[in-house]
């Protein structure tokens, strides 16, 4: 079955660390996105790419640093310049066209040790 | 920029009963989509129904409908014969072709029995 696989479903960042979240698609999609959602709030984008090679940063890119070398995979690595990096952590993917919801991965929730 | 507000953090509903979920936009677009997404305590995200502007005829999905007033700028969801299942967050999402989605920042339903 098609989907979107985030990895892992829990981590957990020492100050000063840098760490990755993992996302894979394998529904073809050209576009993803990075969400943050912080606890009883709305999503808000950190990054997005909408081809291989190419992102731009969304509302919320301090502190955080993506790449888009395959068109499967968008990872998200969040720096030690993120001071409050506790929150849950959601990938979405998309066709280009607006009329295409963004599917989304199950998310990973991030915790500072 | 475009913004979306969900003026309702809170709402209940008997079982078996209707409830209706606000939603409004702000945009200076003709075209664009429009999105329900669910998110029950297991955080994934669920689309519900979606609009596209340009249809005059609202989009129904089993007991989902939504109300779209296009000159109004709202886009609500009613929920008919409510069922414990359908108890989550709601999130509603604007986009226009080639963008990003923005969400707004929930709504938490609550189905009593």
């Known amino acids: 079955d098609g989907g979107i696989t985030q990895s892992p479903k829990y981590l957990f960042r020492k100050e000063g660390q840098n760490v990755t979240l993992s996302c894979e698609q394998n529904?073809?999609?050209?576009?993803m996105y990075w969400y943050r959602q912080d606890p009883g709030q709305g999503l808000r984008l950190i990054y997005y790419?909408?081809?291989?090679?190419?992102?731009q940063k969304g509302d919320i890119a301090e502190g955080y640093s993506v790449s888009r070398e395959k068109k499967e995979s968008f990872p998200l690595t969040v720096t030690s310049a993120q001071k409050n990096p506790t929150a849950f952590y959601l990938c979405?993917?998309?066709?280009?066209?607006?009329?295409?919801?963004?599917?989304f991965g199950d998310g990973t929730r991030l915790s500072i040790l | 920029a475009q913004t979306v507000t969900q003026s309702q953090p809170e709402m209940s509903v008997q079982e078996a009963e209707t409830v209706t979920l606000s939603c409004t936009y702000d945009?200076?677009?003709?075209?664009?989509?429009l999105f329900w997404y669910k998110q029950p305590p297991s955080r994934q995200m669920i689309l519900v129904i979606r609009?596209?502007?340009?249809?005059?005829q609202n989009a129904t999905e089993n007991r989902f409908s939504v109300n779209f007033q296009k000159a109004a700028k709202s886009f609500s969801l009613k929920i008919s014969d409510s069922q414990l299942g359908d108890a989550a967050m709601y999130f509603c999402?604007?986009?226009?072709?080639?963008?990003?989605?923005?969400f707004g920042a929930g709504t938490i339903l609550r189905v009593k029995s």
């Open positions: 979405a993917s998309s066709n280009r066209q607006a009329n295409q919801p963004q599917h």
């Open positions: 529904l073809n999609h050209d576009a």
């Open positions: 790419s909408q081809i291989v090679n190419d992102f």
């Open positions: 945009t200076s677009e003709s075209d664009y989509y």
């Open positions: 609009q596209e502007a340009y249809k005059q």
């Open positions: 999402a604007y986009r226009e072709y080639g963008n990003k989605l923005v």
